[in-house]
T-cell receptor, first 114, second 112 residues
Framework: AQSVTQPDIHITVSEGASLELRCNYS??????LFWYVQSPGQGLQLLLK??????LVQGIKGFEAEFKRSQSSFNLRKPSVHWSDAAEYFC????????????FGGGTRLMVKP | EADIYQTPRYLVIGTGKKITLECSQT?????MYWYQQDPGMELHLIHY???????EKGDLSSESTVSRIRTEHFPLTLESARPSHTSQYLC???????????FGQGTRLTVV
């Protein structure tokens, strides 16, 4: 079974600074990978996804993520954080088979300082 | 914009009451899921369905039950609510194995 680890429970950055949120997964083959964002009291919104091909994927709101097979990682990045990016971010992984399930990491709470 | 809806958004109910949380999607997705999430915490899968008349328990044991009589509808029922059931419940649906899940806005349940 696959698993996901988000090592950072909380991260605080200044507005305008760059951001990197870490995600490590455990799975025997290349999985499907996702990043979601959750604002307080809301559901989850997809930021970006990776299935195959180019290992650098672009998402909404200026986010990007890079799949690194050798490091089993799928880190999320943004060059310049805005105050509205403050939220909870979840990395998720799914096995690449028909009956796959989405497994979520524990989440990283991003706080943005003015 | 994802077409998956949860009602109610907020619910405060007394101990021992029976409640049903509604989840509907208009995308024709076969796969549907219920997650439980405490504030600021990770998501735990409690139920899922691969289609009509298919329901399975997830990783986290839950006293709730689900049904899937129609493709678009996946309600979750608690026969006798307890304070330990206080949490946020998120419903999601998915089309095929290699696609993302779409989430509803969630139901925040408080049992007093």
């Amino acid at each position: 079974a696959q698993s996901v680890t988000q090592p950072d429970i909380h991260i605080t950055v200044s507005e305008g600074a760059s951001l990197e949120l870490r995600c490590n997964y455990s799975y025997g083959a290349t999985p499907y990978l996702f990043w979601y964002v959750q604002s307080p009291g809301q559901g989850l919104q997809l930021l970006l996804k990776y299935f195959s091909g180019d290992t650098l994927v672009q998402g909404i709101k200026g986010f990007e993520a890079e799949f690194k097979r050798s490091q089993s990682s799928f880190n999320l990045r943004k060059p310049s954080v805005h105050w509205s990016d403050a939220a909870e971010y979840f990395c998720a992984v799914a096995a690449n088979n028909a009956g796959n399930m989405l497994t979520f990491g524990g989440g990283t709470r991003l706080m943005v300082k003015p | 914009e994802a077409d998956i809806y949860q009602t109610p958004r907020y619910l405060v109910i007394g101990t021992g009451k029976k409640i049903t949380l509604e989840c509907s999607q208009t995308m024709g997705h076969d796969k549907m899921y219920w997650y439980q999430q405490d504030p600021g915490m990770e998501l735990h899968l409690i139920h899922y369905s691969y289609g009509v008349n298919s329901t399975e328990k997830g990783d986290l044991s839950s006293e709730s039950t689900v049904s899937r009589i129609r493709t678009e509808h996946f309600p979750l029922t608690l026969e006798s609510a307890r304070p330990s059931h206080t949490s946020q419940y998120l419903c999601a649906s998915r089309d095929r194995a290699y696609t993302e899940a779409f989430f509803g806005q969630g139901t925040r349940l408080t049992v007093v």
